[in-house]
């Protein structure tokens, strides 16, 4: 455990997303997503919601204002857990939002750096953040 740091965001996680660079591509995900046979890393949060995930991960992550974030389209539009995974970063202002389609999601999610894979049950619990850059004053 460390001071400031959310419980959650345990030894390999925190340091898989520091290692990550601007632009790369973090997949936050539900508990019925593929995730293993995409192929990137995945770090399992079994116990976590999407929501509980991203918010955590928004603490310590900068996401890219440029790059929208991109969510996975339910057919029957969208779901109430995308407006609660946008409102979960932490940045509803500064947040744009996409909705891609199941298998656009997933050709993205093969490019992404990492893969967490959450406990969410919900459907379409899915997003793809953009690493963003810490400024000299984030770093303090």
Do not use: C, W
Not at 22 to 34: E, S, T, Y
Not at 38 to 63: K, M, N, S, W, Y
Not at 119 to 130: D, S
């Amino acid at each position: 455990m460390l001071i400031g740091v959310d419980p959650l965001l345990r030894g390999s996680l925190l340091a898989r997303l520091d290692e990550m660079g601007h632009g790369d591509m973090l997949v936050i995900a539900d508990a019925n997503f593929p995730a293993r046979r995409l192929g990137p890393p995945v770090i399992d949060l079994p116990g976590a919601t999407a929501i509980e995930a991203v918010r955590a991960i928004a603490t310590v992550f900068p996401i890219d204002p440029d790059e929208p974030i991109s969510l996975m389209s339910a057919p029957a539009g969208p779901p109430d857990i995308h407006a609660e995974l946008v409102r979960a970063t932490g940045r509803t202002g500064a947040v744009r939002a996409e909705a891609i389609t199941r298998f656009e999601f997933y050709e993205r999610a093969r490019e992404s750096v990492l893969i967490v894979a959450t406990g969410e049950l919900r459907p379409y619990g899915n997003v793809i953040l953009r690493k963003g850059v810490v400024t000299d004053g984030e770093n303090q």
